[in-house]
């Protein structure tokens, strides 16, 4: 097993994005509750506790018992996580009168302090709190001070224990990632987990777990299924029977050219062919979650049906990655749409579940996939919802709506390409809506259809801003969509983020 860094989570918006830069810092980390620390475990290293949405005051703070964590690992506690270790060892925590929000400076700074190595006097730091703490303890020593905050960051003397009242993990703090560098060394942490030292753990990992077992894997064409089926492969070879369904919903050629790349791949991949099937049950069905349902247990009867074609499979594959795993352990995530499109397959085949890239976010995946010689427009490749266009058909779904918004939506993506935008968006879609507008062509008056053309930049979809595409491009994409595609006369960019929108329309 490798060496890990421990973070608990006491609930902030800003945990995955310690992990995150832990694990730049090639350092392995795991997110655990805050009430979940796996005592006894040998290859810790440190541990972080997170922020929080709550005040130490707050009747639903989340109390941690420390007992088995301070003075056996080194700790650092960042914002929430200070404050409750300088409260709970008899500081005093306050709301501040200057509710110190944003950016701020670090005036004073303890430079023989191995967590300030190498910190600047005067660099930026984020503070979003609205408690401070007023006065520390007696082993408490402060390190760094802002204008406002005297105890910014303090060190328990005698202890491997440090707090920051700011947020090292967020880009507003010009010194944090050295912070965080300067914790992994405290630590003692030998920084050399690479895509290169996880695919070759994983694969040993995968040959001790399966032996001589058969595993079934549907892929999708997105990065996180083709990874796992490309990792599958390298672990255990043709015992690897994958499944690529077109459910009549992908983007144009997609099935085809996905199905090619699979082969290239060396993969042993059986694509099949069920559009009619779904078109059929989708008839005359509007309503977004019962699409997806439809869609859902269509894809898994096609599933279950080439799989019991097969002989003594034992295990399902799945791309499930890191943000699924967290927001399923959440202590306060809430679901806003049943993205999960395939739950329920395992149990009802009476399948093991192995899931290679569980502890990886999305960028790992795509250097994972990089690493292994996966081409890089399958690695690169914006993501794409299981239920495919029949979430971004504004109505029912009919093959001739597919055939419209397959042609506006291949126009604008092979556009981006062209104009070099397509890796500066997250995520792009053409959404057909169920509206239809006057317009004019040569003599003839028209009336027919509008297509949105959406493109959102973000780090994880759980947040997203609305792509500020050029004029120029846009007024392109426009004409040639309207020109070429027959059945639109209109073309409109959405403008709206996440939250309070969301990227897909339904
Ligand atoms: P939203 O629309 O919730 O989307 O902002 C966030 C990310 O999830 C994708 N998405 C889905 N993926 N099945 C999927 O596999 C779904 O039903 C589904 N709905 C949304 C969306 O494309 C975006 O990347």
Redesign the pocket.
Known sequence: MHEKIIILDFGSQTTQLIGRRIRELNTYCEIVPYNKFPCGANDIKGVILSGSPYSVYDDKAFRADLAAVRGAYPVLGICYGAQYMAYTSGGNVENANSREYGRTHLARIDMNDPLMKGVHTGSQVWMSHGDTITTLPAPFRVIASTGDVEAAAFHIEGEQTWGVQFHPEVFHTTDGRQILDNFLDICGCKKDWTPASFIELTVAGLKEQLRDDKVILALSGGVDSSVTAVLLNRAIGKNLTCIFVDHGLLRKNEFENVLKDYEHLGLNVIGINAKDKFYKALAGVTDPEQK?KIIGKGFIDVFDEEAHKLKDIKWLGQGTIYPDVIESLSITGTV????H?VGGLPEKMHLKLVEPLRLLFKDEVRKVGMELGMMPHLIKRH?????GLG?RIISDVTPEKVDILQNADDIYITLLREWGLYEDVW?AAAILLPIRSVGVMGDERTYENTVVLRAVTSTD?MT?DWAQLPYDFLAKASNEIINKVKGVNRVVYDISS?PPS???WE
């Open positions: 997806r806003i749409k049943s993205h499109n993501p794409f919802p299981g239920p979430i995520q979809a997203a996440k969301t990227i897909e």
